[in-house]
């Protein structure tokens, strides 16, 4: 029996109590403090960059992207509450006429679950992180938010809940609406996820920490949901005919492979080739541009000393070939360099440690003698993040199995392009089949984020003085609602 | 290690072709399948009546009344394929021109999770059970379906799987999609869940057995969502000035208790009220009309058993005075006899067992001295299905902080009017916080059910031809899609 340690149990009664205040809150209200919060994350200025650059390794231009998506969800998310839509509004009107019983007036809308605890990402020190997409849409739903801080990050993490608490104090919201914890213990992440008043919690990172931390949402006398992203190879196929038609398609999928030193969540590590005309020239290609490479410095030495591990067994294994590898220069202990190994299809689909991710600029290309092969690979796959079909409009009208295969095992299915690159908006899907995250019904990017952090609750018969503002007879939001099945954002009548 | 039984292996591995096949089928094929099953439910005639009568207990009105809601809860989900909008559809058109990078065209919408198992519930041999809303709800998302037939009404769960097979002959839909079990063993249930194929099931029935599966299902190598519907005490707050203004409250209520032989998951098991003038004549109103009540038979013997040592426990606890309790005339071992009792709040808080639910026509009147005790009596409760708020107008307005406080413990709030009856339409929310349910975030009644068995797939860059239909530029089913954040059923104009 893991005990809760006494600060934590503090931060979440603190928690609960800023929870209730802030369903009180109004949607402009909330959408003005996750403004406040960008404005106090831009007023950090280059001391963010600075520090996040320090503890991470990640380039200048890399982190200050990536402070724009931070802030571009922010806002993204404020837009969606001062919109008012997303809750889902449905309105079925009675009948107190119908026989043999009357029909009651029922009105559904989703409401926030509750406080959430959030881990944040080693790779994403600001955009998956203390102020990143699972605080805001956290946040936005209506949810309180207790972050524990990324041990790979903690002064940029600690910079940004101060530039959140300033914000609390400039908005109309609760005081413990966030909160930040500073213990990097085990102790203190079970804690978190044990507590009663916890309600959901949103993790990025290991399987092995993650799936941890699932079994005990899912052991607890109340089970809650957990949202874990936890690593997927993300599938390329590259069907015949575009070999010969899109002669950058070496060279675009090798930069992909080395983004970022390979710590992607959607890095292509696994490429799926037929063997045939046009394979040799595809895998020099490879070869080339990933020899040009030179690796570059990965998050933390963990990590980097991970990589080599995995890489090493994963090159060790029976039937692979090593296509390319670049020896870094300095044999440091940071240092992550990219290589690519072929394999058939059959070692692959008969070896499980083959099908696991080697997180960094690592790719396996696997070569199938048919489509037939194809199909063997991608059904021995588990689920993952994203998968990808490269091939001309013609071969992919002939390989439309291959595509309905893929989708059985992804979240995204991209065409022609490289799988790396998280669009930000409402239609991104980021999260698919376990184990590539624990619930596939969600996504962890994206406006639709809010979603995995509110349950709909139902009002019957309640009078309209004393409905929540969006469920009222008179739509003062304007927002879209489905009255008696029907889209509208009309108002209704009342007779 | 629990093996799975080597028929339960053929029948899910049938259950997956079939959900392959199912796959490619038209909404309109879906829509015809379902319509084609309630016509041969109906031609099934007084033979599925008299058969569920003879295994149930159940009277004749009530049953032919749960065959309108199967047929109705079919046709519903064939009307909602046939509009089509249910897959909540979004794009997000793309910019080749954006810098520093493009933007991808992004289109999402929902797709079916695979094959599902569904285990009936005894108290709806029709309409939650073979037939009913979860196998509906799972055969409109696309999914195959396997049900394990109920051990308490296995002629009629036979009689409903030979309509449905009848159904699947007529229609354009494979063989297998729906498929029966009738091995009613333990082991039999577990491989339904353990099997590799499943990817989601559905159960309603008691704690004991929803929370086993429900743990063995987040135990798998690839857990799966389990949604079981465990119980409930539905708490009726009745405040003090509608005591005065509604007369018929006390027999309203005991109605209530009494209605199916308390056999509802949303029976009021639980009624709370303010020590104020008026409460006396409401209990003697609600003593006078369970003593006129006489019982019935009860399902099954098992479940008048369980109701007896439940019933017997309840009323033996500290500080418990029986208020009205009716004696059976024939000492059987079928019969459920009406109850109810009083107890304090003090001891009610204190007191686990009297937060169980007693399944029967059964429930305890808490008795606050004032509102800061109801508040820590709705705090002390677990969650709900349901929450209920008797009041006048006028006192509603007084009382929103209790209205909040049963909002956050349950999925449906229903202002002056019992809890037992769960109107089938898109606004209802039948699933509450555990452990009333599994999974507060979805819906077993209602067309939002369908949310249970799909997940998001989002299409990235890929050519119009290979899109599904509800995502192409031209939206030849008028559906409702949110296009770059703009709810409209027009089509994509290409420049």
Redesign the interface.
């Known amino acids: 029996m893991i005990q809760i340690a006494e600060d934590i149990d503090l931060v979440m009664q603190q928690a609960q109590e800023a929870f209730?205040a802030y369903?009180k809150c109004s949607a402009s209200d909330k959408a003005a403090f996750l403004k406040a919060i960008v404005a106090q994350i831009e007023a950090l200025g280059d001391t963010l960059i600075q520090t996040a650059m320090e503890e991470s390794n990640l380039p200048l231009a890399r982190l200050t992207?990536e402070r724009g998506r931070t802030t571009g969800q922010l806002l993204a998310f404020a837009k969606l509450l001062e919109?008012g839509?997303w809750v889902q509004a449905?309105?079925?009107t009675g009948d107190p006429d119908r026989k043999?019983?009357a029909?009651?007036d029922?009105?559904?809308m989703m409401?926030p679950?509750?406080p959430v605890v959030v881990f944040g990402a080693s790779n994403f020190p600001l955009a998956f992180s203390t102020a990143g997409g699972d605080t805001a849409s956290a946040l936005a739903a209506g949810c309180s938010v207790v972050v524990k801080s990324h041990p790979g990050h903690p002064r940029t993490s600690l910079l940004v809940a101060g530039a959140i608490n300033k914000a609390i104090a400039q908005s109309n919201v609760p005081e413990h609406v966030f909160q930040h914890v500073a213990d990097h213990s085990i102790q203190a992440g079970q804690s978190l996820i044990l507590h009663p008043v916890t309600k959901a919690a949103a993790f990025t990172g290991s399987y092995t920490g993650g799936k941890a931390l699932?079994?005990l949402a899912?052991q607890r006398e109340?089970?809650i949901?957990f949202f874990a992203e936890m690593g997927s190879i993300n599938p390329v196929v590259v069907l015949p005919e575009v070999l010969q038609t899109k002669k950058d398609l070496p060279a675009t999928l090798a930069s992909s492979i080395m983004l970022g030193v390979g710590q992607f969540c959607t890095n292509p590590g696994l490429i799926l080739v037929l063997e045939e005309s046009g394979l040799d020239e595809f895998l020099d290609g490879l070869s080339t541009t990933i020899l040009a490479g030179s690796g570059g410095k990965m998050l933390h030495t963990g990590i980097a000393s991970s990589y080599k591990t995995r890489k090493k067994e994963a090159l060790s294994q029976d039937g692979i070939t090593t296509l390319a590898t670049v020896v870094s220069v300095q044999e440091d202990d940071i240092t992550g360099t990219p290589a690519i190994a072929t394999v058939s299809a059959s070692d692959f689909i008969d070896n499980s440690v083959l099908k696991e991710e080697v997180f960094g600029p690592y790719s396996l290309i696997v070569k199938c003698k048919s489509k037939e092969e194809l199909s063997a690979v991608i059904t021995s796959l588990?689920?993952q993040l994203t998968a990808t079909l490269f091939g001309t409009?013609q071969e992919?009208?002939n390989y439309?199995d291959i595509?309905?295969l893929l989708?059985?095992r992804?979240?995204?299915?991209?065409?022609?392009?490289v799988p790396t690159?998280v669009?930000v908006?409402?239609?991104?899907?980021h999260?698919g089949?376990?184990?590539s995250t624990?619930?596939?019904?969600f996504?962890s990017v994206g406006t639709?984020a809010i979603y995995r952090f509110?349950?709909?609750?139902?009002?019957?018969?309640?009078?309209d003085?004393?409905l929540p503002v969006e469920l009222r007879n008179e739509n003062t939001l304007s927002i879209?609602r489905?009255i008696n099945?029907i889209?509208t954002n009309n108002s209704i009548k009342i007779r």
């Open positions: 209730l369903r992207g919109a839509d449905s309105i079925d043999p019983v029909k009651p029922l009105r559904k409401q679950v509750g699932f079994d899912n109340e089970p949901p588990k689920g409009e992919l009208g439309t595509a309905e989708i059985q992804c979240g995204r299915l991209i065409y022609n392009g690159g669009e908006c409402k239609s991104m899907q999260g089949p376990f184990p624990t619930d596939s019904r996504t639709d509110v349950r709909p609750v139902s009002y019957q018969d309640c009078p003085a004393f879209m489905v099945g889209w």
